[in-house]
């Protein structure tokens, strides 16, 4: 479904990412993983247009995808899920939802249909509609964040470190809304830390170094390797 072949991106004199190839099967979850400044997060800027590469080629169902202005990224139906979240303090919830419908032509009562399946995926959302979206918990705005991205309708979705500061429950919350998307036919990238996470969800996972794929496999093949288990498991 995406493609990512000797991708490069420079910002200025530094190279975040060094020729990395990553193929995205549909309907799977890719994680990667690296260490702080591996260039994971560049890598999903890249895909969604938000900084240009220098080298090599983006495919998204059989397209090129790389020459696409951000704004249009969209449309094709790819959706990221900032690290950090950034929902949209000062409005209720279900208002943040609608933000995320916002580049659909469609009727209202489609995506005011699109909403309740949204509230069924995320109970608390339901129950928090009418608030201020500022005043939900971390693991709350990181649900309101994937529901919003969800309300494009996206094939491909994005995820950068979802459970970033969460507690456990709330990151086996987040585990459990991946599983349930991705038996929904969601393709997911999924950059994280939290190599357990990663093991637990993913089809396939890709380990960068300053900007390098130096690992890939299936979790079970990774968590065997001596590389896997001395840097990330170690302890
Ligand atoms: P983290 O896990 O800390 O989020 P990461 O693997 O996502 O790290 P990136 O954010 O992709 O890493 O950063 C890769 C490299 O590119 C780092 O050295 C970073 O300082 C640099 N970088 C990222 N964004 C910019 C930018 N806008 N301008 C200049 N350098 C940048």
Same mark, same amino acid.
């Given at each position: 479904?995406?493609?990512?072949?000797?991708?490069?991106?420079?910002?200025?004199?530094?190279?975040?990412?060094?020729?990395?190839?990553?193929? !995205?099967?549909?309907?799977?979850?890719?994680?990667?993983?690296?260490?702080?400044?591996? @260039?994971? +997060? *560049?890598?999903?800027?890249?895909?969604?247009?938000?900084? $240009?590469?220098?080298?090599?080629?983006?495919?998204?169902?059989?397209?090129?995808?790389?020459? *696409? &202005?951000?704004?249009?990224?969209? +449309?094709?139906?790819?959706?990221?899920?900032?690290?950090?979240?950034?929902?949209?303090?000062?409005?209720?919830?279900?208002?943040?939802?609608?933000?995320?419908?916002?580049?659909?032509?469609?009727?209202?009562? *489609?995506?005011? @249909?699109?909403?309740?399946?949204?509230?069924?995926?995320? /109970?608390? #959302?339901?129950?928090?509609?009418?608030?201020?979206?500022?005043?939900? +918990?971390?693991?709350?705005?990181?649900?309101?964040?994937?529901? $919003?991205?969800?309300?494009?309708?996206?094939?491909?979705? #994005?995820?950068?470190? /979802?459970?970033?500061?969460?507690? &456990?429950?709330? *990151?086996?919350? !987040?585990?459990?809304?991946?599983?349930?998307?991705?038996?929904?036919?969601?393709?997911?990238? #999924?950059?994280?830390?939290?190599?357990?996470?990663?093991?637990?969800?993913?089809?396939?996972?890709?380990?960068?170094?300053?900007? $390098?794929?130096?690992?890939? @496999?299936? /979790?079970?093949?990774?968590?065997?390797?001596?590389?896997?288990?001395?840097?990330? #498991?170690?302890?």
């Amino acid at each position: 479904m995406l493609s990512l072949r000797d991708v490069s991106v420079h910002y200025g004199q530094l190279q975040a990412l060094r020729g990395v190839s990553v193929e !995205v099967p549909q309907s799977r979850v890719v994680a990667l993983l690296g260490a702080n400044a591996a @260039g994971k +997060s *560049t890598m999903l800027k890249a895909i969604s247009g938000l900084c $240009r590469i220098s080298a090599g080629e983006i495919w998204f169902e059989g397209k090129r995808l790389d020459d *696409t &202005p951000c704004h249009e990224v969209v +449309s094709k139906g790819i959706a990221q899920v900032p690290e950090g979240r950034r929902v949209f303090a000062d409005m209720s919830v279900r208002d943040n939802l609608l933000m995320g419908a916002f580049s659909r032509n469609e009727s209202e009562a *489609t995506i005011v @249909g699109d909403l309740d399946e949204i509230f069924d995926l995320f /109970p608390i #959302l339901k129950e928090r509609r009418n608030g201020q979206a500022g005043f939900l +918990s971390g693991g709350e705005q990181e649900m309101l964040a994937i529901g $919003r991205a969800l309300m494009a309708r996206p094939r491909l979705l #994005l995820l950068d470190e /979802p459970c970033q500061g969460l507690s &456990p429950m709330m *990151t086996a919350e !987040v585990e459990r809304i991946i599983r349930e998307m991705r038996a929904r036919d969601m393709t997911i990238v #999924l950059v994280e830390h939290n190599i357990k996470l990663a093991l637990g969800v993913a089809d396939s996972i890709y380990i960068l170094e300053t900007g $390098r794929v130096v690992m890939q @496999g299936k /979790p079970d093949e990774l968590s065997e390797s001596d590389y896997v288990q001395r840097v990330y #498991l170690a302890g």
